[in-house]
């Protein structure tokens, strides 16, 4: 591939049908009404404004961008925790008016009951749903066999690491089914070799579930390793610059990926978005520029 092989997208998808979607986004705001200091009246704080994008069934969407771009704001509104002001969310033609189990969501905290082993915390969505206890074990114990944990069923989440405690919290997440999975950065707190290992989990998982995947990210690098194309974010208001498909072959999976040329063109194009707000411009640099041009990853 060719080391401008990268297609850039309006930010309005408007190149995808809303057959094809999955998840549809339209003219989405997040406004707060923020007391001011002298108790007189309020001041207003856009968060996000006039979103557009459109998540294609069963791809892996990456939003990258750095802090208070309203990264996790946009992923709030999805899960339903949280509501546009104004626009609307739909899910296959449904507008989403609050929390459901069509949706699971991991967060970077792991947010696992303390107080329940291995086992029931993965059974809880199960739980919730009304599915029997034997058929809660038995679906519970085959999410638990996928993320590798199986031996530690009868575990208490203070007796595993930060990588097996993220590795219930995606197996809880996907025993109850939902059709989207949301991740909010859910491997920042862990170590980088660790980091490495659950992205590659989540990719094998993702591949056997088929699952519709929205992950919240601040590290370039990630992003493009993981995703079939990445949303970049600026912030002030937060507002989606451009959606990037990627087109590194996959499986990428214990490859040399990371280091090749073809990872550092979109990395250096995203770093440039980033910091300047427009990448295109850099659609007829020549090879030798590029390679001139890239520097090494700092996750932002």
Aim: charged fraction near 25%; include cysteine.
């Amino acid at each position: 591939m060719a080391l401008n092989a990268i297609e850039l997208e309006h930010p309005d998808q408007g190149s995808l049908p809303d057959s094809d979607a999955k998840i549809i986004l339209k003219n989405i705001s997040r406004i707060y009404h923020i007391k001011r200091k002298n108790g007189q009246g309020t001041t207003e704080f856009i968060a996000l404004k006039d979103v557009n994008l459109k998540v294609k069934s069963g791809e892996l969407l990456a939003i990258v961008g750095p802090s208070g771009c309203g990264k996790s704001t946009l992923l709030d509104l999805i899960a339903g925790l949280a509501h546009p002001s104004p626009g609307e969310i739909f899910i296959d033609g449904r507008l989403i008016k609050g929390p459901a189990l069509d949706r699971g969501i991991v967060l970077q905290g792991y947010a696992l009951f303390p107080w329940r082993v291995v086992l029931d915390n993965v059974a809880f969505g199960l739980e919730i749903k009304g599915v029997p206890k034997n058929e809660r074990r038995r679906i519970s114990q085959e999410f638990i066999n996928l993320v590798g944990l199986q031996g530690f069923e009868e575990r208490y989440p203070y007796e595993l690491s930060g990588g097996m405690k993220q590795r219930v919290a995606i197996a809880r997440a996907l025993a109850y089914d939902p059709e989207v999975l949301l991740m909010d950065e859910p491997f920042a707190a862990v170590d980088a070799q660790a980091r490495e290992v659950l992205q590659d989990e989540l990719l094998l998982i993702w591949d056997k579930t088929g699952k519709t995947i929205v992950f919240v990210t601040h590290s370039i690098e990630e992003a493009i390793y993981l995703a079939d194309r990445v949303a970049v974010m600026t912030p002030s208001p937060g507002v989606i610059k451009e959606v990037l498909e990627i087109t590194l072959l996959r499986p990428r999976q214990n490859s040399d990926i990371r280091s090749s040329a073809e990872f550092g063109w979109v990395r250096h194009k995203i770093r440039d978005l980033l910091q300047n707000g427009n990448a295109a411009e850099y659609s007829q640099s020549t090879n030798q520029d590029v390679a001139e041009k890239i520097a090494p990853e700092v996750a932002l």
